[in-house]
């Protein structure tokens, strides 16, 4: 599904990313983990598309997406969410969903001229699917709410629907269990779960190695800029060459 | 009375012909956050392209196809899309400071065309004898007048449905995503410089459609009327208004064109002749002066910006 070889990062002359390959099949969760300053956060961007590689080539469905700008890797059915949620806060938590549906005819200026009817019964359309899946994330009482008045996690689960609006085939979640409580962060593994048996596969790039563990079916490690280790989250957290990144040998 | 009456409605017809070039403005401005500060361009190339289309045969400039008044106006209004292709195509990827530098300096450079081009464009003496719409009227001014008035009503009336529609729309809710967070937005699928510019583009068009009523009315332009105090005075009548509302925008063209109007005439009477030259530049003092003043009572201009929500998004029995 996802596929990077040689994907290399380069700032100034430091080397962020530095030839990774790694192959993400479909209908999996995968986690990609690793200690501060090991490149996860870069490798993410590149993959999201909010920064080039120096080298090497990224494919999403045999498609190389290396350079392709971020709104097209989206249109092509990979999402993303965001570390720190970044919600549009003077819209409804609705409006945050529906703006997301791709492809939408009322998106073209003259179409609301021209065919204000069918722009109307396809908003119809997206407003039903986008009520669907604000109730799917426990978001259903706020959806008239302006985004701004959400909590933290609340915004977690806004930016997953609005991702889940544009259809994707594989989420690239950025620590989704970031400054989530505990009661919540519950709620975002279960829906997580929920999608995938629903079909959608995920990248996870992720501090917490509970919620790895509990979700992933395969970790990749990083550690300076480097895949360390993959495989099954139980035997790569037991991984001497792991276990000492994660306790500093990798500095 | 007739006369007092006559002279409101041509007073109130430029007014509108401005309110125009400010909805322009607005939807670049208010909705897409774009800083153009070009808008003296694009009014000169639809006054221009109108005036070439419209006006009849004449030795001093190029054009004269004598051609309908509604055929000068779409023309104008597509030529200044054009314009405003072409340098938004260059220029919007660029940051807000940049596209301002950019907008000015394709504005003066057309300005100066206009004033050199004399093949084109008549240079410095302008294009005269422009037709006006309701000629036939003209030998009863109050008639002539209000047939005017009516007209660039309407024209105003249907442009603000036609904007109202366009930014309470997907697209216009993309220009807001866009406004407030474009990494956001783009990963979410929506193409920050597509939607950047057609809002620059129709912007402009509508610039250049003020231009071309404003030539038609006046029955004269000339390179003069394309300075950049035409894009301060619009840029006054936007933020003076209520920038992201059109009805603020069309409220800033009427009050700010009357102060305007009414400082000149002020101090064209109040003002010896030796320093009336000199006197001008008050307007721009008053008109100033007024700005900072409304903006410390209400820092969003005369009505404010409204929180926009789709008009086809009805909430109903949930708590807000």
């Known amino acids: ?251 | 009375m007739t006369g007092l009456a006559s002279y409101l409605c041509f007073f109130a017809t430029v007014a509108l012909t401005y309110g125009v070039a400010v909805l322009g403005l607005n939807l670049q401005w208010g909705a897409a956050g774009l800083f153009n500060v070009g808008v003296a361009g694009f009014a000169a190339v639809g006054a221009y392209v109108a005036a070439w289309i419209t006006a009849a045969p004449a030795p001093a400039h190029w054009g004269g196809f004598a051609l309908p008044i509604a055929l000068g106006w779409a023309g104008a209004m597509l030529a200044a899309a054009f314009a405003a292709a072409i340098v938004g195509a260059a220029t919007l990827r660029l940051r807000a400071d940049y596209l301002a530098i950019t907008t000015f300096g394709a504005a003066v450079t057309l300005q100066l065309v206009a004033l050199n081009a004399t093949a084109l464009t008549g240079g410095p003496f302008g294009i005269a004898f422009i037709p006006k719409p309701f000629e036939s009227l003209a030998d009863r001014p109050l008639a002539f007048g209000a047939a005017n008035l009516a007209l660039v009503a309407a024209v105003t009336a249907i442009i603000f449905v036609a904007l109202e529609r366009l930014t309470q729309s997907p697209w216009g809710r993309v220009l807001r995503a866009l406004r407030e967070d474009e990494a956001a937005a783009a990963s979410l699928g929506k193409a920050p410089d597509r939607f950047r510019l057609q809002a620059f583009v129709i912007g402009a068009a509508l610039m250049g459609l003020a231009g071309a009523m404003q030539a038609q009315f006046f029955g004269f332009i000339a390179p003069d009327n394309y300075l950049p105090v035409l894009t301060f005075q619009v840029w006054v009548m936007l933020v003076l208004g209520g920038s992201g509302n059109n009805r603020g925008a069309l409220l800033g063209a009427v009050v700010v064109w009357g102060l305007w109007t009414l400082s000149g005439t002020l101090l064209a009477a109040m003002l010896p002749g030796a320093w009336q030259a000199r006197g001008a530049a008050l307007r721009l003092v008053a008109i100033g002066a007024v700005l900072a003043g409304v903006l410390l009572a209400r820092p969003r201009g005369l009505i404010g910006e409204r929180a926009t929500v789709s008009r086809h998004v009805v909430h109903t029995g949930e708590q807000a």
């Open chain 1, 1 to 251: 599904m996802l596929e990077l070889s040689g994907v290399t990062r380069r700032f100034g002359g430091a080397w962020a990313v530095d030839g990774v390959s790694l192959h993400i099949p479909p209908g999996r969760i995968t986690g990609l983990i690793g200690p501060n300053g090991a490149g996860k956060t870069t490798l993410f961007n590149l993959i999201a598309g909010s920064l080039r590689p120096t080298a090497g080539a990224i494919r999403f469905e045999g498609r190389d997406i290396a350079h392709a700008p971020p709104h097209r890797r989206a249109a092509l059915g990979l999402g993303r969410t965001f570390q720190i949620p970044r919600p549009f806060a003077a819209m409804t938590v609705l409006e945050n969903v529906l703006l997301a549906a791709l492809h939408q005819r009322g998106e073209r200026a003259f179409a609301n001229w021209l065919a204000p009817r069918a722009v109307a019964a396809e908003e119809r359309r997206n407003i039903v699917r986008a009520r669907e899946i604000i109730d799917f994330l426990a978001l259903g009482r706020l959806a008239a709410a302006p985004a701004s008045v959400l909590s933290g996690g609340q915004r977690k689960l806004l930016e997953l629907a609005r991702v889940l609006m544009a259809e994707p085939r594989l989420v690239l979640l950025d620590e989704p269990a970031a400054g989530v409580n505990p009661t919540l962060l519950e709620t975002i593994i279960e829906r997580i779960r929920e999608l995938h048996a629903r079909g959608i596969s995920f990248l996870i790039v992720e501090h917490n190695l509970d919620l790895v563990a509990r979700l992933c079916g395969e970790v990749h490690v990083m550690a300076g800029g480097r895949l360390l280790a993959s495989g099954p989250p139980e035997a790569v957290t037991r991984d001497a060459r792991v276990i000492e990144a994660y306790l500093g040998g990798a500095a």
